[in-house]
């Protein structure tokens, strides 16, 4: 499995505003992936992130709405810009590890835009 | 058509017996199944992966899989409370597809 931590846990924002969420695994990986899940909702897959590249985003979902950072192998960001209240959903980060890349989830954070 | 689909739920078992959750899949070419708990409030938790047709067995679960009908299902067997949560399949075709969830309640 992997131990991986997101920051925050949870937030309340105001809409207009933007919110940066982190990510951190205990060790290296190549790829980070961020998901969304919405109330009721399965999980959608936001983007990847590679180390020392732009991130690939999912049908939907662009940069300027949520800008991703990877500055190393264990860390990630995730930004959702100008919030607006259809952005509440939990936000979650996963890695992949093992002969068939299973993917681990962090504990995710919960975001409400007022 | 969606490209994994699960009956939501919810699904009610009593206590000590055998739940059966289901899940097909569009995508010929998947190549790995996973199914993942997922208890409210809390992110979703890897339990069971299969890739080749068959059954896999680990203590009380058992994930079967059928390529021939693009069906994979999880077998919970000695249910207990702590199972209730909802249940996803996700099927790997190149990224990771995930179903919407099929709610489990085992009542004592």
């Known amino acids: 499995s992997a131990v991986i931590s997101q920051k925050p846990s949870r937030d309340i924002c105001q809409r207009g505003t933007s919110l940066t969420i982190q990510c951190q695994v205990d060790?290296?990986?190549?790829?980070m992936f961020w998901y969304r899940q919405q109330p009721g909702q399965s999980l959608t897959l936001i983007a990847t992130a590679n180390q020392g590249s732009e991130a690939t985003y999912e049908s939907g979902f662009v940069i300027d709405k949520f800008p991703i950072s990877r500055p190393n192998l264990t860390f990630s960001t995730l930004t959702v810009s100008n919030m607006s209240p259809e952005d509440s959903s939990i936000y979650l980060c996963?890695?992949?590890?093992?002969?068939?890349?299973?993917?681990?989830f962090g504990p995710g954070t919960r975001l409400t835009v007022l | 058509q969606k490209e994994v689909e699960q009956n939501s739920g919810p699904l009610s078992v009593p206590e000590g017996a055998i739940a059966s959750l289901n899940c097909t899949y569009s995508?010929?070419?998947?190549?790995?199944f996973f199914w993942y708990r997922q208890y409210s409030g809390k992110s979703p938790e890897l339990i069971m992966f299969?890739?080749?047709?068959g059954d896999k067995e680990d203590g009380r679960f058992t994930a079967q899989l059928n390529k021939a009908s693009q069906y994979v299902s999880l077998l919970i067997r000695d249910s207990q409370p702590s199972d209730s949560a909802t249940y996803l399949c996700?099927?790997?075709?190149?990224?990771?597809?995930f179903g919407q969830g099929t709610e489990l309640s085992v009542k004592p």
């Open positions: 060790s290296q990986v190549t790829m």
């Open positions: 996700a099927v790997r075709t190149g990224k990771l597809i």
């Open positions: 995508d010929r070419g998947s190549q790995s």
């Open positions: 996963s890695v992949e590890r093992g002969n068939y890349n299973e993917q681990f």
């Open positions: 299969i890739y080749s047709n």
